[in-house]
């Protein structure tokens, strides 16, 4: 898999993960130990997530409404 579409795929997983954090009854300790393994795995990506983020931040839309088309276009 492209690094690009990886690191979407890991970046869109957390958030799923952490809006369930913020929900009544919170996060059970296997999602909590999934949010470390997606950080991690991200931590071999830093161009990708750096340019996901500010493609986010530049069409002012959240991680997980973007695609890869979006972020190729923006750099």
């Not at 690009?4 to 993960?17: I, N, Y």
């Not at 300790?29 to 950080?39: Q, T």
């Not at 931590?43 to 088309?69: C, D, F, G, Q």
Request: glycine share 2%; net charge positive.
């Amino acid at each position: 898999m492209e690094p690009l579409s990886e690191a979407l795929q890991l970046l869109r997983r957390q958030s799923q993960l952490e809006e369930a954090m913020r929900q009544p009854g919170g996060i059970r300790v296997n999602e909590e130990r999934e949010i470390y393994a997606l950080r991690e795995r991200l931590k071999r990506y830093p161009a990708a997530v750096r340019a996901i983020l500010e493609t986010s931040s530049r069409l002012h839309r959240p991680v997980e409404s973007l695609s890869a088309r979006d972020i190729e276009s923006c750099q």
